[in-house]
């Protein structure tokens, strides 16, 4: 995970000194950067009209090119960048007119009537009669209020005529509608449009003086000093100081978009009476746009990506004065982008990579929703108001930085550019796939195919239903699937297979383990030299040695796991050696034993053994798999493997059998 996020990490500052870089370029080429103000006289009349449809400023009648000019000029600075992002949409939205289609009331009352933070224009269109905006004008009325966030809609009253005569919808006609009140999740109200012109501009004029008129107007000094100075429940404002009759449609689709979080008021200066009340809080120039918090004024404008437009003060305000639904939704698409990295840091089949993503798009996703549910239950806690406070402050201290508003940029032009977002993010992801190639090149995972990955994943999922808690150490090469393929059908049929605890298996390395030793005794050497060269070389030729040596070990072990209650020296090494075995090298507890219960074979010299807790002393091969088929006790006395039994008395005590 800390890895993903290094290369995530890596990657957005990747696109910060990308960003840096086209800006660079930019500058070498034109000679101007985005931050460089555009003077309005220079600009063609349509030029100018393309910046008053982004600002939303309208004009009745045939303006001229002066009074253009001066609705630009008094509606806020020109910025390089806001030129060509006004130009830019201005081709993008030439074909798309999106709008919805309301097949009855239940549809219009979820959409439009419910939604508490939104503005809709919808056609009626009456039964039995034609539409008030033709397909054409429709169209453009479609385009022209879809850049400010406002949603469009068309309502057949053929389609559910009791609604429309309820409703008093008799004609066709177009309806709006706003939110009633300036609460959060507020009631909305529909507006009905009585006009006698049906044109665009003024259908567009009558849905901005009524969305305006939901903003707070100051024309007197008095009044803005009292509401400066005013202690309100929101502590952030937006103030547009300005010499217009209303304020521009961008501002106002804001206002209802931050309704409950951040209040809006227009400031009228065009006969003001007070000119020193204005420098006395910092007002220099008009127009302006003067952000207030409670850590003091920011001027909107004056950074890199502070445009006059919706998309630009939206990003803006949004950073200033979050919601959790933003917070979630940052976090969702940092959490999917680190996600997807998988894709390039798995090395293998791509099956096999696709596979991991799935797997961890799925985790991390779930973990992220699981994790937002406490947070959000801690929010509503009273008590914890005046953390929230501080960390609003904190964040708005870094949202007004330079780096901040780089920041900002860069989000609002790698969003209007996807596809430059998804090469670079491609071409990141296949670096870091070639260097880790490079630091995996000894592996032999990578180079497996596809049908070798899909084909040891089977291998794993059959071994998973018959052994579980093995077949998570590693991927088996044999199953017992393939042996018996009725071996899944009976463990199927009995539900206690499965029902077994998940036992950790990591016990296992801290088993004692030793190797097996034999010493010989004082004279064996002399008498192993008096012997024919040929019984010592062929032992097993010597009539009944087997049976004797066979009868002679039943008849001197335990019945309980083959270990013995005194030294047999005959039975403790390979045979026809008559050695003695050597103790003092086994950990104290160990029962002493020459004989594995699970393989029923004696102990050779050398070979590796492993105890349990419960004393008895097996292979240490024949001991692993047994315990990681599952079965966590002891062949013998069935004792837990993992569990430390209390201390027994010591070897010697124990009295030896009769013979």
């Known amino acids: 995970m800390w890895l993903k996020l290094f290369f995530l990490l890596l990657y957005f500052f990747v696109l910060f000194v990308l960003a840096r870089f086209f800006e660079a370029v930019v500058w070498y080429e034109t000679g101007i950067f985005a931050t460089q103000l555009v003077d309005p006289v220079t600009l063609s009349f349509k030029k100018l009209k393309t910046i008053l449809e982004c600002r939303g400023l309208g004009y009745s009648g045939l303006a001229e090119k002066r009074d253009v000019r001066e609705l630009v000029e008094n509606s806020g600075e020109l910025m390089q960048g806001e030129l060509y992002s006004a130009l830019k949409n201005e081709k993008e939205q030439a074909g798309s007119d999106s709008s919805t289609t309301f097949n009855?009331?239940?549809h219009f009352y979820e959409l439009v009537e419910d939604t508490k933070d939104g503005i809709w224009l919808v056609q009626v269109i009456a039964q039995d009669r034609n539409p008030l905006l033709s397909t054409a004008n429709w169209g453009k009325m479609v385009q022209k209020v879809s850049q400010f966030g406002i949603r469009t809609g068309t309502f057949n009253c053929s389609s559910d005529s009791r609604y429309c005569h309820k409703r008093g919808w008799m004609k066709s006609t177009l309806i709006m509608s706003v939110p009633q009140t300036y609460a959060s999740k507020g009631k909305v109200m529909l507006k009905e449009y009585n006009g006698r012109r049906i044109e665009t501009e003024h259908i567009f004029k009558w849905m901005t003086a009524h969305v305006?008129?939901?903003?707070?107007?100051?024309?007197f000094s008095q009044q803005l000093m009292d509401d400066w100075y005013q202690r309100d429940k929101q502590p952030v404002k937006m103030f547009l100081f300005a010499k217009l009759l209303q304020p521009p449609a961008f501002f106002s689709a804001l206002s209802i978009k931050f309704t409950g979080r951040i209040e809006f008021i227009f400031v009228d200066v065009r006969n003001w009476d007070n000119a020193t009340c204005l420098e006395e809080i910092g007002v220099q120039q008009m127009p302006s746009y003067i952000l207030k918090t409670p850590e003091g004024i920011y001027r909107y404008g004056n950074s890199t990506g502070e445009y006059i437009s919706l998309h630009a003060m939206d990003t803006f305000l949004r950073s200033v004065q979050p919601e959790v639904n933003d917070l979630f939704v940052l976090s969702l698409v940092m959490v999917n982008l680190m996600a997807w990295m998988d894709l390039f840091i798995t090395q293998g089949a791509t099956i096999k990579r696709f596979v991991v993503l799935i797997s961890t798009l799925g985790t991390y996703n779930s973990l992220l929703i699981i994790s937002w549910l406490p947070i959000l239950g801690f929010l509503q806690l009273p008590y914890l108001d005046n953390f929230y406070e501080y960390s609003l402050k904190l964040l708005r201290y870094a949202d007004t930085t330079t780096i901040a508003s780089w920041v900002r940029a860069d989000w609002t032009f790698y969003s209007s550019h996807p596809a430059l977002f998804l090469s670079t993010y491609l071409a990141h992801g296949l670096l870091?796939?070639?260097?880790?190639k490079k630091r995996r090149c000894g592996n032999d995972d990578q180079n497996a195919n596809n049908l070798e990955w899909l084909s040891s994943l089977w291998d794993w999922y059959t071994s998973y239903l018959v052994h579980p808690i093995a077949s998570f150490q590693n991927f088996p090469n044999e199953s017992d699937w393939d042996d018996d393929p009725n071996f899944l059908l009976e463990r199927l049929a009995f539900p206690d297979l499965w029902l077994r605890p998940l036992v950790p298996i990591d016990y296992i390395k801290n088993l004692p383990t030793w190797r097996f030793k034999c010493i010989q005794p004082e004279g064996t050497v002399l008498e192993d030299q008096d012997k024919p060269p040929d019984k010592m070389a062929h032992p097993s030729k010597e009539p009944g040695s087997d049976q004797q040596k066979h009868n002679y070990s039943s008849e001197n072990t335990h019945t309980n796991g083959g270990c013995l209650t005194g030294m047999m020296p005959e039975e403790s090494c390979s045979p026809g050696e008559e050695q003695e075995t050597d103790w003092s090298q086994w950990p104290c507890g160990m029962l002493h034993c020459t004989e594995c219960v699970v393989c029923l074979e004696n102990f050779e010299t050398e070979c590796l053994v492993m105890g349990l807790p419960c004393g008895?002393?097996?292979?240490?091969?024949?001991?692993?798999?047994?315990?990681?088929g599952g079965r966590h006790c002891c062949p013998v006395c069935r004792w837990p493997s993992y569990k430390k039994r209390p201390a027994r008395q010591p070897?010697?005590?124990?009295?030896?059998e009769p013979e």
Request: with cysteine; hydrophobic share 45%.
């Open 104 to 106: 009855g009331e239940m």
């Open 212 to 219: 305006a008129s939901r903003i707070k107007t100051i024309r």
């Open 432 to 436: 870091i796939d070639y260097f880790e």
């Open 616 to 628: 008895h002393v097996f292979h240490q091969q024949c001991i692993v798999v047994w315990l990681a």
């Open 651 to 656: 070897y010697a005590d124990y009295p030896s």
